[in-house]
């Protein structure tokens, strides 16, 4: 639609929050990165709303992204919500 597509991805790995359930967020219609049936996927999501903060498609690009996301995650235990 005009506002984009919804995606559901069953989750493999969770590295903060629930794991097991499938993900469910809405794609923007503008989107750069948009997985396909199959794909290897990260995606951050915020803690309200449904469009995620980062998706990344395709195995290298994931790996790397989540290097970054492993790497950051200590300090966001020292970081206060807003």
Sequence with gaps: ???GRRVTLA???VHKGEEGAPVTFLLGASAESSPGVGDEVLVV???EGDRPDLLVT???NVALARAWV???LPEADRL???
Excluded: F, I, K, M
Aim: charged share 10%; net charge neutral; proline share 6%.
């Design 1 to 3: 639609g005009a506002d």
């Design 70 to 72: 492993t790497a950051t």
């Design 11 to 13: 989750v493999t790995r």
């Design 45 to 47: 999501l915020p803690g």
């Design 80 to 82: 206060a919500c807003q």
């Design 58 to 60: 395709g195995a290298q």
